[in-house]
């Protein structure tokens, strides 16, 4: 049997996420923003040379018994960034673009994102190179327990706490969570988080993403002193962040006016109803057909006339074509990295206010730290009292990021990372260097 056994089928299941690879080398494109933030930071040499390399780096191979009897032996990561802070935090992906240099991206971009919501986590990011949409559940399950047994050393409430990612959900997270426990001979829920409910999953993390945009966006209209009601939003992506802001934040009273998913966008400069669009796309699976709006393209959505533009599918999608084309005032990032590096130049001289992805999004990861406490106390809140710590959390880390930009009179990007990388260096210097 060849590895050939295993390619990429034209049925990967959330296709929209693999596209990070596109930028040449993900680590360090990231780690040009850390850079700036760190220079302006004065940031101690060896701290900088501490904080630019991850601690942990685990390779595993991962045979599996495929159906037909047969043997695949896939391979497998679980990146350790940091963990100054606490138990190492990040998704675990299966898909055929994962590589190492990827999984360290996304490992290192969790520390920052942990740290700008203050959450007492460091981060962490683990992927295996398969293609499970060409596998059976049995062969997904059978690949997700050996990958757990594989690095099961690294794995533990105190030390490193998967959950979903790419072409993952909440019942791979259940058979990590059996394994681990299997090995440790008694139930440990706190392990990993994006559970299903009924094994410790926590009230409102599916809307958790959503929710958090819709909390920075009413902030960052506050702060530029424009009206929440009637407001113009355009979404693009109407998954799970995507739709959910659009709903949030039309029952706040703004007007969504247009929202896309991969067959297109539609567009109602009256606003639309967006209880309707659900109902169409509960029907039709996707936004096309839409009749209470006019056709456009994902392209057109992004320079719409609107008051606030909401990427929450894809990355790289406001590029340095179109940045400046983009009327928005405000762009709430709601997906991971979708604008680059030099459209944020542009954005920046227009002077629109981004509400940058790792602020924007940290809802779920926060809802993820909610779950976490919950396992390990054993007592779980009502979904009001998630909410509103989330809001409180999201609320406060906004007023925090903006802060820190104006004092260093830079975007709220550097902003955000400033501040993150100062609360982890922070816990390097109180620790000091071990041996
Ligand atoms: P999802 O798969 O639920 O939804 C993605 C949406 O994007 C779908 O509506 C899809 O049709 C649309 N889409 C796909 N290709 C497109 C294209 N070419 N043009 C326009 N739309 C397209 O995914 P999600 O969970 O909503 O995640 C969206 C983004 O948010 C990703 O960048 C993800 O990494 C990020 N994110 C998600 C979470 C979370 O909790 N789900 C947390 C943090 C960040």
């Given at each position: 049997?060849?590895?050939?056994?295993?390619?990429?089928?034209?049925?990967?299941?959330?296709?929209?996420?693999?596209?990070?690879?596109?930028?040449?080398?993900?680590?360090?494109?990231?780690?040009?923003?850390?850079?700036?933030?760190?220079?302006?930071?004065?940031?101690?040499?060896?701290?900088?040379?501490?904080?630019?390399?991850?601690?942990?780096q685990i390779i595993v191979s991962v045979?599996?018994?495929?159906?037909?009897?047969?043997?695949?032996?896939?391979t497998g990561y679980r990146v350790?960034?940091?963990?100054?802070?606490?138990?190492?935090?990040?998704?675990?992906?299966?898909?055929?673009?994962?590589?190492l240099?990827?999984v360290?991206?996304?490992?290192?971009?969790?520390?920052?994102?942990?740290?700008?919501?203050?959450?007492?986590?460091?981060?962490?990011?683990?992927?295996?190179?398969?293609?499970?949409?060409?596998?059976?559940?049995?062969?997904?399950?059978?690949?997700?327990?050996?990958?757990?047994?594989a690095i099961?050393?690294?794995?533990?409430?105190?030390?490193?706490?998967?959950?979903?990612?790419?072409?993952?959900?909440?019942?791979?997270?259940?058979?990590?969570?059996?394994?681990?426990?299997?090995?440790?001979?008694?139930?440990?829920?706190?392990?990993?988080?994006?559970?299903?409910?009924?094994?410790?999953?926590?009230?409102?993390?599916?809307?958790?993403?959503?929710?958090?945009?819709?909390?920075?966006?009413?902030?960052?209209?506050?702060?530029?002193?424009?009206?929440?009601?009637?407001?113009?939003?355009?979404?693009?992506?109407?998954?799970?962040?995507?739709?959910?802001?659009?709903?949030?934040?039309?029952?706040?009273?703004?007007?969504?006016?247009?929202?896309?998913?991969?067959?297109?966008?539609?567009?109602?400069?009256?606003?639309?109803?967006?209880?309707?669009?659900?109902?169409?796309?509960?029907?039709?699976?996707?936004?096309?057909?839409?009749?209470?709006?006019?056709?456009?393209?994902?392209?057109?959505?992004?320079?719409?006339?609107?008051?606030?533009?909401?990427?929450?599918?894809?990355?790289?999608?406001?590029?340095?074509?179109?940045?400046?084309?983009?009327?928005?005032?405000?762009?709430?990032?709601?997906?991971?990295?979708?604008?680059?590096?030099?459209?944020?130049?542009?954005?920046?001289?227009?002077?629109?206010?981004?509400?940058?992805?790792?602020?924007?999004?940290?809802?779920?990861?926060?809802?993820?730290?909610?779950?976490?406490?919950?396992?390990?106390?054993?007592?779980?809140?009502?979904?009001?009292?998630?909410?509103?710590?989330?809001?409180?959390?999201?609320?406060?880390?906004?007023?925090?990021?903006?802060?820190?930009?104006?004092?260093?009179?830079?975007?709220?990007?550097?902003?955000?990372?400033?501040?993150?990388?100062?609360?982890?260096?922070?816990?390097?210097?109180?620790?000091?260097?071990?041996?």
């Open positions: 049997m060849t590895s050939t056994d295993v390619r990429p089928s034209q049925n990967v299941m959330r296709p929209d996420k693999d596209t990070f690879l596109v930028q040449e080398n993900p680590f360090e494109e990231m780690m040009s923003r850390f850079d700036d933030a760190a220079k302006r930071l004065n940031l101690e040499e060896g701290l900088y040379k501490i904080l630019r390399m991850p601690e942990k045979p599996v018994l495929r159906d037909n009897g047969s043997v695949e032996v896939y350790i960034y940091n963990t100054s802070r606490g138990p190492a935090k990040g998704g675990i992906r299966f898909d055929m673009q994962v590589t240099e990827e360290k991206a996304l490992a290192a971009w969790m520390t920052w994102k942990c740290a700008v919501v203050n959450l007492p986590f460091g981060g962490a990011k683990g992927g295996v190179i398969c293609d499970p949409s060409g596998m059976s559940n049995a062969e997904v399950e059978r690949l997700t327990r050996r990958y757990t047994s099961i050393d690294t794995l533990g409430p105190d030390s490193d706490v998967p959950a979903p990612d790419v072409n993952t959900n909440e019942r791979v997270m259940a058979w990590v969570m059996d394994t681990y426990s299997m090995h440790k001979r008694h139930t440990v829920t706190a392990v990993v988080t994006g559970k299903p409910i009924e094994m410790g999953g926590s009230l409102g993390r599916r809307e958790a993403t959503g929710r958090g945009c819709m909390f920075v966006t009413r902030e960052a209209l506050k702060k530029l002193k424009m009206p929440l009601e009637g407001t113009r939003v355009a979404v693009q992506g109407f998954g799970n962040v995507g739709s959910v802001a659009a709903d949030l934040m039309s029952k706040e009273g703004m007007k969504i006016i247009a929202v896309s998913d991969k067959t297109g966008g539609i567009y109602n400069p009256n606003g639309l109803n967006i209880p309707d669009v659900f109902a169409h796309v509960k029907a039709n699976k996707f936004l096309k057909g839409y009749k209470d709006a006019e056709a456009i393209t994902n392209d057109e959505l992004l320079i719409l006339d609107c008051d606030v533009l909401v990427p929450a599918a894809l990355e790289n999608v406001i590029t340095a074509e179109n940045a400046g084309k983009i009327k928005a005032r405000i762009i709430c990032e709601g997906a991971n990295g979708p604008t680059t590096a030099a459209a944020d130049k542009i954005l920046n001289q227009k002077g629109v206010f981004v509400i940058p992805d790792i602020l924007a999004n940290a809802g779920g990861v926060t809802v993820s730290y909610f779950e976490w406490v919950q396992d390990r106390g054993g007592y779980f809140w009502d979904e009001e009292t998630v909410n509103s710590r989330l809001e409180k959390i999201m609320v406060r880390s906004f007023e925090e990021v903006t802060t820190m930009a104006e004092k260093h009179t830079v975007d709220n990007r550097i902003g955000a990372y400033m501040l993150s990388i100062e609360r982890v260096a922070a816990v390097h210097r109180l620790r000091g260097m071990y041996a």
